[in-house]
């Protein structure tokens, strides 16, 4: 066994898990967790605000420590190592999982694991289906993310696209708040647009058929509002299009980064907005017409979870890449530091 706890509060989910590295399903490789969302406490803002996403982490962590570990029928001591997300993230809340982490190393004489949030989205996916091996073709979408990366290896990231605006969750949480659907977004509009016609409303698809396979949802976003503010649509055929269309812009994108990466063992979606349902249904059908498995980790496992971390954390721990316990908590920290930035909306390349 190589047991590690892992911890998550990077954004407004506090979760705790125990994982087992040496475990060879996705069953016996997480021991438990749990997972808080801070929807409540949000949801009168319309949006997660740091300093209150900061604080409840603050109120949660330690005791949610306790009680996965009294879950998993096990002490601190049995833990082999500690992995806690160290960034990227709302800074407060980064900072809050990372000291509770050092602090645990500390007093049990444990290895601290420093782990990159986006590196836990991109190996939960080798969490849940033990099979996948590297390299292969990773769509990252979330809420404060939209990219596509070659994983070439546990901390080998060469990334293909990024969005020059908006992360793809953004405007899911947009759209809903735009049509008056609360906070958090992206499941109510999902669950919104199954009712809606996805043809009734004609909205842009930016970007498609563009050389490189960069995202952008502003303008949908704008088209969007406008046709809510056109007041002649019913709200679930917006839903619906809004959604048809965001996916017609993930499949065209993804489609020509398959084009440009090298050879590749499956096709990957991983992040928040990976659980929806009608993005993994197309998502399917491009890896099948490209000859390759989609590999989609269950929902739970989409949205921010701590058995992504620790998991990340046991790969880490496997490879003998532990971290000094004065790290830093990094509020930005991406997974290919040598991609080159690309030119924002409006700038001609
Ligand atoms: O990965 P995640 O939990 O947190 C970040 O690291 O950002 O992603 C959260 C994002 C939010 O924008 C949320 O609206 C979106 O994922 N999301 C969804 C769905 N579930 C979560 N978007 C579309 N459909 C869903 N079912
Ligand atoms: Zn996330």
């Known amino acids: 066994m190589a047991l590690i706890l892992g911890i998550e509060s990077s954004c407004d989910e506090t979760a705790v898990a125990v994982i087992d590295g040496a475990g060879t399903t996705l069953a016996a490789r997480i021991i438990a967790q749990r997972v808080a969302s801070q929807d409540d406490e949000h949801r009168p803002y319309g949006g997660v605000v740091p ?24 002490a601190l001591a049995d833990m082999d190592a500690i992995a806690a997300t160290a960034g990227p993230g709302l800074i407060g809340g980064v900072m809050v999982g990372l000291v509770t982490a050092k602090a645990l190393a500390m007093a049990a004489d444990k290895p601290l694991l420093a782990v990159n949030h ?20 990773l769509l990252l979408a979330s809420g404060g993310h939209c990219q596509i990366l070659e994983v070439r290896g546990l901390g080998q990231y060469r990334r293909l696209a990024t969005t020059i605006d908006d992360a793809l969750g953004e405007a899911f949480d947009k759209t809903a708040k735009i049509l008056g659907l609360g906070f958090p977004g992206g499941p109510a509009v999902e669950r919104l647009a199954r009712e809606g016609d996805p043809k009734a409303v004609p909205l842009p698809r930016p970007l498609l058929g563009s050389a490189e396979p960069h995202f952008s949802f502003a303008g949908l976003k704008s088209a969007v509002m406008r046709a809510h503010d056109a007041g002649i649509h019913k709200p679930e055929d917006i839903a619906a299009s809004f959604q048809q269309a965001a996916i017609d812009c993930v499949i065209d994108r993804t489609r020509r980064a398959l084009e440009r990466a090298g050879e590749v063992t499956a096709l990957v979606v991983a992040g928040g907005v990976a659980a929806n349902a009608s993005l993994r249904a197309a998502l399917t059908g ?60 409006g700038v001609k390349a």
């Open 118 to 137: 986006l590196e836990g989205h991109a190996l939960s996916a080798r969490l849940a289906e033990p099979d996948l091996a590297f390299p292969y073709l």
């Open 286 to 345: 491009l890896a099948q017409g490209a000859g390759l498995p989609l590999v989609a980790p269950p929902p739970k496992l989409c949205t921010d979870n701590a058995a992504m971390i620790g998991w990340a954390g046991a790969e880490r721990f496997a490879a003998g890449l532990t971290d000094p316990l004065d790290v830093l908590a990094r509020p930005r920290w991406p997974l290919d530091p040598d991609a080159e930035p690309v030119r924002g909306a």
């Open 51 to 74: 300093e209150i996403a900061a604080r409840a982490h603050a109120e949660t962590l330690a005791p949610m420590v306790g009680a996965v570990l009294a879950d998993a029928g096990l």
